[in-house]
T-cell receptor, first 114, second 115 residues
Framework: AQSVTQLDSHVSVSEGTPVLLRCNYSSSYSPSLFWYVQHPNKGLQLLLK??????LVKGINGFEAEFKKSETSFHLTKPSAHMSDAAEYFC????????????FGTGTLLAVQP | EAQVTQNPRYLITVTGKKLTVTCSQNMNHEYMSWYRQDPGLGLRQIYY???????DKGDVPEGYKVSRKEKRNFPLILESPSPNQTSLYFCASSLLPLRGPETQYFGPGTRLLVL
């Protein structure tokens, strides 16, 4: 069975400092991984996705993630946080072969301090 | 504009009173799905549909029904809502995942409170 674990439920950074949101995955085959963002009272927006092409994936708003098979990780990073990055972030693995179901992590709430 | 719409956005109801949450997409997507989001649990799939008249259960289907009579619409029906169905509900759609996962596009969410 596939699963994702987000290692931090809350992360707080200062504006202008780097962001690191950690995600480990478990999959019996090569996974397809996503990061989604949810701003307060808003829907879910796709930040980026990995589907076995380049291991370093660039997304929107300056975010990127690196797929590391040896560490079963897919951490999300951004060099410099902006106030508008404050949101909840979900690491997601896709079970596309069977149900196309997205399996969500429990989320990481990112706070950005001025 | 390509989008997934849900109605209503907010709903307060009482136990046992049937309700329907509508979902519509204008991207001609074959695949549609419903999720519920609860604190500390992330999102969990309720039902999904691979095409018109084809629906199947997700991880938490109890207490819910769906129908897919048209490609663009995928309503979620709660025949007899209970307080444990108080949640935030999201509808999503995508192209059919034939050679790999397709990006799923989400609606804005429907916040339901069952008293």
């Amino acid at each position: 069975a596939q699963s994702v674990t987000q290692l931090d439920s809350h992360v707080s950074v200062s504006e202008g400092t780097p962001v690191l949101l950690r995600c480990n995955y478990s999959s019996s085959y090569s996974p397809s991984l996503f990061w989604y963002v949810q701003h307060p009272n808003k829907g879910l927006q796709l930040l980026l996705k990995y589907t076995s092409a380049a291991t370093l994936v660039k997304g929107i708003n300056g975010f990127e993630a690196e797929f590391k098979k040896s560490e079963t990780s897919f951490h999300l990073t951004k060099p410099s946080a902006h106030m508008s990055d404050a949101a909840e972030y979900f690491c997601v693995v896709s079970d596309w072969g069977a149900t196309n179901k997205l399996i969500f992590g429990t989320g990481t709430l990112l706070a950005v301090q001025p | 504009e390509a989008q997934v719409t849900q109605n209503p956005r907010y709903l307060i109801t009482v136990t046992g009173k049937k309700l329907t949450v509508t979902c519509s997409q204008n991207m001609n997507h074959e695949y549609m799905s419903w999720y519920r989001q609860d604190p500390g649990l992330g999102l969990r799939q309720i039902y999904y549909s691979m095409n018109v008249e084809v629906t199947d259960k997700g991880d938490v289907p109890e207490g819910y029904k769906v129908s897919r009579k048209e490609k663009r619409n995928f309503p979620l029906i709660l025949e007899s809502p209970s307080p444990n169905q108080t949640s935030l509900y999201f509808c999503a759609s995508s192209l059919l995942p034939l050679r790999g996962p397709e990006t799923q596009y989400f609606g804005p969410g429907t916040r339901l409170l069952v008293l």
